[in-house]
């Protein structure tokens, strides 16, 4: 299974980006997926995830700028950015719970992350 991320890139305060991850390889069932992202010197944080009912959550940091949505057919999760802020800058990584198989339990996969730059 494989994660692959995309999206990233520079922007200026107050625009806007869509980043995208799809998974491929052998899959029988998505269940959770969601971004995180990590800035220079910080810990990875929690931005937005969507479960496979399209329930959401998000961190308080970007409620109302940003959206989380995903393709069940495509096994794709999209993070839509707006209003960015420089304090957006860092690497953001895509993350899905996935069954390889019917008998298979449940494994947390991670993207290779996309780097996001607000900056004027």
């Known amino acids: 299974v494989q994660l692959q991320a995309s999206g990233g890139g520079l922007v200026q305060p107050g625009g806007s980006l869509r980043l995208s991850c799809a998974a491929s390889?052998?899959?029988?069932?998505?269940?959770?997926m969601g971004w995180y992202r990590q800035a220079p010197g910080k810990q990875r944080e929690l931005v937005a995830r969507i479960t496979s009912g399209g329930s959401t959550n998000y961190a308080d940091s970007v409620k109302d700028r940003f959206t989380i949505s995903r393709d069940n057919a495509k096994n794709t999760v999209y993070l839509q950015m707006n209003s960015l802020k420089p304090e957006d800058t860092a690497v953001y990584y895509c993350?899905?719970?996935?069954?390889?198989?019917?008998?298979?339990?449940?494994?947390?996969?991670w993207g290779q992350g996309t780097l996001v730059t607000v900056s004027s």
């Open positions: 993350n899905a719970v996935i069954r390889r198989t019917v008998v298979a339990a449940p494994y947390a996969y």
């Open positions: 390889g052998s899959i029988f069932s998505v269940n959770a």
